[in-house]
Structures are given as C-alpha cells and as structure tokens.
C-alpha cells in the first residue's frame, strides 16, 4: 500500500499544504510536506519536515526530520534532532566517499613511484 495524500486545494491555484499522520501502521512508500510517524514501520518516507517516534524505516529523506528511538537503514537530511541509528547516513557517506577518493590518490601514488623505481 503506497500512501500519496492529495494536497487540500490541489484543485485550486492556491494549493496547499500536505500533512500526514500515521500511527501504527506498515507503510511501503510515504510522500507528503509535512509527517508525523509513531510506532509504524515505512519502507520509504520522502517529506520536508517530518517526526518520527519509535518506529523502523528503511529510508527516510527530509529536509527537516525530528526522531525519537528510530532505527533507519538510510537517512538524507541535513537536519536532523534525536535519537536515531543509522545503517548509512549523509554523514557517513560523505566519510565513506572521501575515503575512497583518498585511497585511490595513495594506490596511483605507489604506482607512479614504482614505476620511476622499477625500470
């Protein structure tokens, strides 16, 4: 079941603003502006500002996310308040990448300096 609420005014100009709440529930796929989550399990939550309690989520990516005893697998949001653990966040990512470009500059400087060595 994929949740897509339809914003209030959608068929006006004016438009609107999307908030869902959702407590208790396994949700595959959630989309609004605005979520708050408790005690749920969501396979994916794409939001600008959401809360999230005492639930499991596979991704979640916010701009804003507020989370209390939450296990994500991956998180992207560049805010983020609470408690939460993480299989892979932005943070991380951007550790694990700047890694990787480290390690190869370090591998094509051995090279380079084996082959100057080495006839």
């Known amino acids: 079941m994929a949740i897509d609420p339809i914003r209030?005014?959608?068929?006006d100009a004016g438009g609107g603003e999307t908030t869902?709440?959702?407590?208790?529930s396994a949700i595959r796929r959630v989309t609004a502006e605005q979520v708050e989550i408790q005690r749920s399990a969501v396979g994916v939550a794409a939001f600008d500002r959401g809360t999230i309690r005492q639930s499991d989520a596979g991704v979640v990516v916010g701009r804003s996310?507020?989370?209390d005893q939450v296990r994500v697998g991956i998180l992207a949001s560049p805010v983020v308040r609470g408690d939460v653990h993480t299989l892979l966040d932005l943070r991380s990512?951007?550790?694990?990448?700047?890694g990787m470009v480290?390690?190869?500059?370090a591998v094509e400087?051995?090279?380079a300096l084996a082959r100057k060595l080495l006839p």
């Open 8 to 11: 209030p005014g959608a068929d």
């Open 20 to 24: 869902l709440a959702i407590e208790r």
């Open 65 to 67: 996310v507020a989370v």
């Open 93 to 98: 990512a951007v550790a694990i990448g700047f």
């Open 102 to 105: 480290l390690g190869k500059v």
């Open 109 to 111: 400087a051995v090279r």
